[in-house]
């Protein structure tokens, strides 16, 4: 009963939590954050507690710390030191650094990464960019010094030992080092189930422990001795890697075995993850928010839950029983942490669980030659060369795998991310199963865990949801805007931005994919200006791995410069078509209707701004039009052409001056209007002079810049229907 208590209460306030995970972090701004504006110089001091390498510069920890600024000093002020000089700065050095402070950004879309949120977690408020750094006292922490050199010259000897790809890996694995590591092997492995392989997690640190201690066991004949030389060991391997939530739970749940060894007792595990869970949570309570927290844990109370149902009878062995075991050890994670899952990722991969047969056995192998490999190579580099390739080998494997994985229909399942509400009735079905299964009562108990999958999937936003909902998406200075009916189609207006890099992977696309969009029926692009397509690009470019894209909607030909026919091009080498819209075109499918209202191929503007592609959005009695970048002539063009009003406006160019001007407004007469713009631009978008028409309009005013993404849901036929607001200001209303 204690272990079904204890999941209960893990599940239940996990479930709560993630829930609340969009509120309680932005609640409460730290205390420099409310004493110095971001921008400001500052001075630092403190001892380096910790340092990283990184390609072009370096990161300073501080601990024992001082800020001060104007005169005025706060103790432990949870900053990081950035030096791009890459000073000479050894572990344990006290140092004093002037420079500008600045802040981490948060979400700005549903979906995207938090940054504030993420060094939150570790209690980091914010960050310096050092214009001067200065050494003070030059005592070092020897220990740690020697340390990080043993961990670069491991680090060198995988990179050339096993070349820049699969050295990258090796010293993921190995080091936890992911900076020689090529993004698309990541992203080739998590899009198919198996990405734990290319961190160090519980599996890895457990994996080397186990080996070690074994090892030493041997060699002493001695259980105290073998555990005592083998705790020393894993308290340097942590030092020297740093510490993580996986980690910390891998090392306690090691002391826990080694000292039940060591005492001559039996191993109680379900001691042992209540102890870590705990720990972690007091050394960072909010890493209780963290989906590595709940992966790790899920994971490991999911094997011990198995366990529990169908433990192993003495005297089974065959391959047929180990397969069985592996295939029922692999399901059972996958049940206990698919929730998470589709929480923090918005997809699951349909067929990791047989895919972590193959890997998950042959990872043992693999941390075995690589460590081999490591120990002899480090000694005598061409000793090392067979076990790291037999390690090249595995991770070949592996890599082939997953592209074979990938040529399946459905290799994955994009979801969106379901409510806190239907994730804690998915839990509850399953501790209903294992309360049954434990007791062997009730035959149909199977279908427990069936329900709860079933009731899951049709609560998340790829199957629920809302008649219509548009979203202007926060890409910073710039313009996209998603549209959908429900059971229709799915389309964005624009994907751009000045100043997000990798806007289409790291913003547009995690916003699609959290609401369960796997494919784009129809993408249109107002004019070439990269602020507006240079995210479509990317989209277009990562057919293979992103979001399917339908096809691409261009304003008639004459209107195209250099940059949009490089788009078209890249849109038929994916093999997308390519479709062009002339005034009075119509999209319409079900209620949802797109019509192109301007440019023609007789508009005498300019390319650019001025032949903007302005389309008419209507569902049922709500109109919205989208403007691009129109203004000037082409502003005055389709002032003359309007004869309705429209509820919703997206305001054209950000809200410049030169945009939007007093007779189009009363000719469209918006009782809402929505501007894109990126916070604290370079351009002042929007404009005072936009702002004041736009008051005097009488409309509402919602600006991407003010609070990120705007939201827009209509649940029924009228206008009053129409819900509004925007993602950092109102969490609650998202889902």
Same mark, same amino acid.
């Given at each position: 009963?204690?272990?079904?208590?204890?999941?209960?209460?893990?599940?239940?306030?996990?479930?709560?939590?993630?829930?609340?995970?969009?509120?309680?972090?932005?609640?409460?701004?730290?205390?420099? &954050?409310?004493?110095?504006?971001?921008?400001?110089?500052?001075?630092?001091? #403190?001892? @380096?507690?910790?340092?990283?390498?990184?390609?072009?510069?370096?990161?300073?920890?501080?601990?024992?710390? !001082?800020?001060?600024?104007?005169?005025?000093?706060?103790?432990?002020?949870?900053?990081?030191?950035?030096?791009?000089?890459?000073?000479?700065?050894?572990?344990?050095?006290?140092?004093?650094?002037?420079?500008?402070?600045?802040?981490?950004?948060?979400?700005?879309?549903?979906?995207?990464?938090?940054?504030?949120?993420?060094?939150?977690?570790?209690?980091?408020?914010?960050?310096?960019?050092?214009?001067?750094?200065?050494?003070?006292?030059?005592?070092?922490?020897?220990?740690?010094?020697?340390?990080?050199?043993?961990?670069?010259?491991?680090?060198?000897?995988?990179?050339?030992?096993?070349?820049?790809?699969?050295?990258?890996?090796?010293?993921?694995?190995?080091?936890? +080092?992911?900076?020689?590591?090529?993004?698309?092997?990541?992203?080739?492995?998590?899009?198919?189930?198996?990405?734990?392989?290319?961190?160090?997690?519980?599996?890895?640190i457990s994996l080397i422990g186990i080996f070690f201690y074994r090892f030493m066991r041997r060699i002493t004949g001695s259980y105290i001795a073998?555990?005592?030389?083998?705790?020393?060991?894993?308290?340097?391997?942590?030092?020297?890697?740093?510490?993580?939530?996986?980690?910390?739970?891998?090392?306690?749940?090691?002391?826990?075995? @080694?000292?039940?060894?060591?005492?001559?007792?039996?191993?109680?595990?379900?001691?042992?993850?209540?102890?870590?869970?705990?720990?972690?949570?007091?050394?960072?309570?909010?890493?209780?928010?963290?989906?590595?927290?709940?992966?790790?844990?899920?994971?490991?109370?999911?094997?011990?839950?198995?366990?529990?149902?169908?433990?192993?009878?003495?005297?089974?062995?065959?391959?047929?029983?180990?397969?069985?075991?592996?295939?029922?050890?692999?399901?059972?994670?996958?049940?206990?942490?698919?929730?998470?899952?589709?929480?923090?990722?918005? &997809?699951?991969?349909?067929?990791?669980?047989?895919?972590?047969?193959? $890997?998950?056995?042959?990872?043992?192998?693999?941390?075995?030659?690589?460590?081999?490999? !490591?120990?002899?190579?480090?000694?005598?580099?061409?000793? #090392?060369?067979?076990?790291?390739?037999?390690?090249?080998?595995?991770?070949?494997?592996? &890599?082939?795998?997953?592209?074979?994985?990938?040529?399946?229909?459905?290799?994955?399942?994009?979801?969106?991310?379901?409510?806190?509400?239907?994730?804690?009735?998915?839990?509850?079905?399953?501790?209903?199963?294992?309360?049954?299964?434990?007791?062997?009562?009730?035959?149909?108990?199977?279908?427990?865990?069936?329900?709860?999958?079933?009731?899951?999937?049709?609560?998340?936003?790829?199957?629920?949801?809302?008649?219509?909902?548009?979203?202007?998406?926060?890409?910073?200075?710039?313009?996209?805007?998603?549209?959908?009916?429900?059971?229709?189609?799915?389309?964005?207006?624009?994907?751009?931005?000045? +100043?997000?890099?990798?806007?289409?992977?790291?913003?547009?696309?995690?916003?699609?994919?959290?609401?369960? $969009?796997?494919?784009?029926?129809?993408?249109?692009?107002?004019?070439?200006?990269?602020?507006?397509?240079?995210?479509?690009?990317?989209?277009?470019?990562?057919?293979?791995?992103?979001?399917?894209?339908?096809?691409?909607?261009?304003?008639?030909?004459?209107?195209?410069?250099?940059?949009?026919?490089?788009?078209?091009?890249?849109?038929?080498?994916?093999?997308?078509?390519?479709?062009?819209?002339?005034?009075?075109?119509?999209?319409?499918?079900?209620?949802?209707?797109?019509?192109?209202?301007?440019?023609?191929?007789?508009?005498?503007?300019?390319?650019?701004?001025?032949? !903007?592609?302005?389309?008419?959005?209507?569902?049922?009695?709500?109109?919205?039009?989208? =403007?691009?970048?129109?203004?000037?002539?082409?502003?005055?063009?389709?002032?003359?052409?309007?004869?309705?009003?429209?509820?919703?406006?997206?305001?054209?160019?950000?809200?410049?001056?030169?945009?939007?001007?007093?007779?189009?407004?009363?000719?469209?007469?918006?009782?809402?209007?929505?501007?894109?713009?990126?916070?604290?631009?370079?351009?002042?978008?929007?404009?005072?002079?936009?702002?004041?028409?736009?008051?005097?309009? #009488?409309?509402?005013?919602?600006? =991407?810049? +003010?609070? #990120?993404?705007?939201?827009?849901?209509?649940?029924?036929?009228?206008?009053?229907?129409?819900?509004?607001?925007?993602?950092?200001?109102?969490?609650?209303?998202?889902?």
């Amino acid at each position: 009963m204690f272990s079904l208590s204890l999941l209960f209460l893990v599940s239940s306030f996990v479930v709560i939590h993630m829930g609340r995970l969009h509120v309680l972090p932005h609640i409460t701004a730290s205390s420099i &954050e409310t004493w110095i504006p971001p921008g400001e110089q500052a001075a630092v001091s #403190g001892q @380096v507690a910790d340092r990283k390498e990184m390609s072009d510069y370096q990161i300073l920890y501080l601990k024992n710390s !001082s800020l001060t600024y104007q005169k005025r000093s706060i103790k432990n002020p949870e900053i990081i030191l950035y030096d791009n000089s890459k000073m000479e700065v050894l572990i344990g050095n006290s140092i004093e650094a002037k420079g500008e402070i600045s802040y981490f950004d948060e979400e700005r879309n549903p979906g995207n990464f938090d940054r504030k949120f993420y060094y939150k977690k570790q209690k980091i408020a914010g960050s310096m960019w050092a214009a001067e750094i200065r050494i003070v006292n030059k005592r070092e922490n020897h220990l740690k010094e020697k340390l990080m050199e043993f961990r670069e010259a491991w680090k060198a000897f995988l990179m050339e030992a096993a070349g820049e790809e699969k050295g990258g890996i090796l010293c993921a694995m190995l080091l936890g +080092d992911k900076t020689g590591m090529e993004s698309e092997i990541k992203e080739l492995y998590q899009r198919n189930g198996i990405a734990h392989v290319l961190a160090i997690s519980g599996l890895h640190i457990s994996l080397i422990g186990i080996f070690f201690y074994r090892f030493m066991r041997r060699i002493t004949g001695s259980y105290i001795a073998g555990g005592a030389v083998g705790m020393i060991f894993m308290g340097l391997y942590i030092l020297m890697i740093g510490m993580s939530i996986s980690a910390m739970r891998a090392v306690i749940m090691f002391l826990f075995r @080694v000292g039940a060894d060591m005492s001559g007792r039996v191993c109680d595990m379900r001691t042992s993850i209540a102890v870590s869970a705990v720990c972690v949570i007091l050394w960072r309570p909010l890493s209780y928010y963290d989906g590595g927290f709940q992966l790790s844990f899920g994971a490991v109370l999911g094997v011990f839950l198995l366990t529990m149902i169908c433990g192993q009878k003495k005297g089974e062995k065959g391959i047929k029983v180990t397969l069985t075991q592996g295939l029922r050890a692999s399901l059972a994670i996958q049940l206990a942490t698919f929730p998470i899952l589709l929480y923090h990722f918005f &997809e699951f991969p349909l067929y990791a669980c047989i895919l972590n047969l193959i $890997v998950v056995p042959l990872m043992s192998v693999l941390m075995l030659m690589a460590i081999l490999g !490591s120990v002899t190579g480090l000694l005598w580099t061409g000793g #090392g060369l067979f076990f790291i390739y037999i390690c090249k080998w595995i991770l070949s494997v592996f &890599e082939a795998l997953c592209q074979m994985t990938e040529m399946l229909p459905g290799y994955r399942v994009i979801t969106g991310r379901p409510g806190f509400f239907w994730i804690f009735f998915y839990y509850l079905c399953l501790i209903a199963f294992v309360y049954l299964s434990v007791r062997e009562r009730g035959r149909i108990r199977i279908l427990l865990p069936v329900a709860g999958f079933l009731i899951l999937l049709a609560n998340c936003p790829f199957i629920r949801q809302p008649e219509l909902e548009i979203t202007m998406v926060d890409v910073g200075q710039g313009d996209c805007t998603f549209l959908r009916e429900k059971g229709g189609i799915t389309c964005l207006v624009d994907g751009g931005s000045s +100043d997000v890099k990798n806007v289409g992977q790291y913003r547009i696309e995690p916003f699609l994919k959290v609401r369960g $969009v796997n494919r784009l029926d129809y993408i249109f692009v107002s004019h070439g200006d990269a602020d507006h397509m240079n995210g479509i690009q990317e989209l277009l470019e990562r057919q293979r791995q992103g979001i399917k894209i339908g096809a691409l909607v261009l304003p008639v030909e004459e209107t195209w410069d250099g940059a949009l026919c490089d788009l078209a091009a890249t849109a038929e080498s994916e093999g997308i078509p390519v479709c062009v819209m002339e005034p009075g075109d119509q999209l319409k499918i079900k209620k949802l209707s797109l019509t192109s209202l301007f440019p023609g191929r007789n508009t005498e503007t300019e390319k650019g701004n001025a032949s !903007s592609m302005v389309l008419s959005v209507s569902y049922d009695a709500m109109d919205m039009l989208f =403007t691009g970048d129109l203004e000037g002539k082409g502003e005055e063009e389709v002032c003359k052409m309007l004869s309705e009003k429209y509820e919703i406006l997206k305001v054209a160019h950000h809200g410049s001056r030169n945009s939007t001007c007093a007779e189009f407004l009363n000719r469209v007469k918006p009782k809402a209007a929505l501007i894109s713009a990126g916070a604290e631009n370079p351009y002042g978008h929007p404009h005072a002079e936009t702002m004041k028409r736009l008051v005097k309009c #009488g409309c509402r005013i919602y600006n =991407t810049a +003010d609070g #990120g993404a705007v939201i827009l849901r209509m649940e029924g036929k009228t206008v009053a229907k129409l819900k509004i607001f925007q993602y950092n200001k109102c969490y609650e209303n998202f889902e």
